[in-house]
């Protein structure tokens, strides 16, 4: 191999596409999903020998953000379309900031490749570098989903969706799967002709993880609920025209009207306007409708008081009226965090001023289960989803990637909620106002959904299902206590030595 530093420009070069040639893994599914889930692992054993190459701490630092800027261009790109396409933002100003968005999170993976190189520069490789690796990659990836309200898509985890790996989540969610899998990386790297214990070890884990998915932890409560999914396609560009309101308003009415179920779900912001501002007459129509068919709607509406407006989800129908607010807000999109009050002149963007819900909010109680509620955004959050477990039988998502267009954004999203359902043993049903529209298996298999940017409806049944996986009594603790330990291998080494 290549000596890194004889050549760091075409080294960090590699590392940007190492980390563009991860992406694909991030929205596969179907019967090459296991196939292209190895993509990650494949190119991250590549990264973990420049790592070991790199002679000193900037080197290092300069090839994980090469990787990263690879990954996030390549992954998260379509964050541009918002802005551009639908916020109206200067496009020169779109591309700048879109870059500045995907630069700053690179600057994680190359945080991990700094500490990295810091904690095994004057240690010879040995059996603890591997463990070293996945601990420094583990802790940027936590430390993402946590800093400034957190951003932890393209998770290395999300990426095993579809491989036996996935079954750990159950155990130690998204971060113990990402865990796993950059150890296993590091282990095929340093497969050697005379030495195939890493080869095997790394068997035995995939070989674990189809064991872990043969068990249920969960079981299922009750009979079946019967669900209606409304996908209404409302265009993006004429979602909040004043002119299309009553268009929209009559759109679902009719789509409700045809397709009577126990569990009626429209999307985010389905009702573009706060719901004491909807024609009078209107509620209480869907009200009688939904209580002469014994079922109860979900609607994503934005509602207000004296003082603040939330993004909530509000219930009609035969059970008692309900409602949910989002916790966990998107920056920019839902709030203008300090300071930005400028990205507000520069972008047209409705309702960027949302407080936040309460933390504490407990599952609604409609068509006879418990139904957790997470707004778009929130199911990126497995731990925030356990606020709702063990009560809640139903998990629940209603979105709007409508903003991101014909991208890879809605079935990254997809992967993320079947990560969601693995870790907690519960279904999900998800709704958006273009797609993805799909029930997920507490096995985390997309059951049924729709093509996206189609006006359609989804006629699933799913009962309820009960019951603890160890994640939900653990959280993300065993991917926690996993990666530190791992990190402070080399520290213990070093004392020990010291001590001798």
Known sequence: MLNITRAPGMFGLVAFFLGLGSVPAYSAGGATGFVISLLPIAFLALFYLFLLRANDGKRAFLTGFAYGLGLFLGGVSWVYVSLADFAAMPVPV?????????AYLALFPALSAFLFNRLTRSAPESFITP?????????????????????????????QADSP?????????????????????????????RNLLPLVASLFLWAGGMALAQIEWTEPEGEPVSVALLQGNVPQSLKWQPEQFAATLDLYHDLILKHPAQLVLLPETAFPDFVDRLPPDYLATLQNTLREADGDLLVGVPVRDSERY??????????PGQQYAKRHLVPFGEFIPFGFSWFLRLADIPLADFSAGKREQPPLAI???RVAISICYEDLFGEETLDFL???ALLVNLSNTAWFGDSLAPVQHLQIARMRALETGRPILRVGNTGVT?????????????PTFTRAVLRVETPGYVGLTPYIRMGNLPAILLALASCLLPV???????RQ
Do not use: H
């Open 310 to 319: 939330y993004n909530s989800v509000v219930s009609l129908g035969a059970s």
């Open 390 to 392: 063990p009560q809640a």
């Open 367 to 369: 068509a006879k289960t």
């Open 165 to 193: 790996l996935a079954a750990y989540a159950s155990i130690a969610g998204v971060y113990g799967v990402g865990f796993i899998g950059a150890l296993i990386a590091a282990w095929l790297a340093t497969v050697r002709q």
């Open 438 to 450: 799909a029930l997920i298996t507490p096995k985390g298999e997309v059951k049924a959904r729709l």
């Open 492 to 498: 213990f080494i070093r004392l020990n030595r010291r």
């Open 94 to 102: 779109a591309m700048l900031l879109t870059l500045l968005f995907c």
């Open 131 to 159: 463990f070293v690796f996945a601990g420094c990659l583990t802790l940027a990836e936590l430390l993402r989903g946590f800093l400034f309200t957190g951003f932890p898509w393209l998770a290395l985890g999300y990426s």
